[in-house]
């Protein structure tokens, strides 16, 4: 197991247009945010995150998923199972929300479900005519949205909410980091361009190694969006870790 401390730059050479997870899957929105599943690093096999075990009905029409216990989003509220529902029902199944998301490039195609939530740890995903287990890949991808600092944007404003002008205190994820600092800067044109952001390590991150050390083990992590630059020499050149 590794040591905790320490900071990492790094940087890639295209420019998101947002801090929401939906609109831009960028570094920053993958440090910070988190999934009901996901990929395990080795194997690729999807496996359970916020959900702490999930089950195929046999007939592979439902999927229904245990939520671990007392979880916390970055900005210490509580995680409930509301906030499953709020991202796949609120904001994923309304046509309104997914309109505004695609048309500002999202590319969102997710199959007709139906959500039941059995108690306040668990949620059950409902298929007519699709497969349940073809959905898991999705589950891993898709990050989970707080209800109480985005339902507020829903349906008309959500596309445009948590902005390159949002202050990072007002956005929360379940990822390892949380944001600390967004540099945004306009470009020729006028136009509000990333430049680089800071994240910290998430003091409400459930994922511990195997000696019990909470994670993740670095302070801090610098992206830097630099497109149309050679991220090589500036690699070589000592300004980049990666």
Known sequence: PGRPGGSLATAVGFQP??????LAPSPTVLLTHASLLEAHPHTLEVVPAVARSFELAA??????????????????APFTVGDVVFTFVSVLQDEAVVEALNAAGAGLSLPRYTVNVPDEHT???????ASASRFLSTLASTLLLPAHLL?????DGFATAWGLETAPEAIAGLGPFRLRAVE????????LQLASTT???NPFYWKVDVNGTPLPYLDEVTVRYLPGQDLNALLLGGELDL
């Open 123 to 129: 949620v059950r995903f409902a298929f007519d005519g």
């Open 151 to 155: 339902a507020g944007a829903v349906p």
């Open 59 to 76: 007939d592979d029409a439902s999927l229904t998923l245990t939520l671990r216990r007392g979880l916390r989003w970055s900005d210490g």
């Open 184 to 191: 945004a800067a306009p470009d020729d044109d006028g136009q």
């Open 17 to 22: 247009p947002s801090l929401l997870p939906p």
């Open 199 to 201: 994240v910290e390590r």
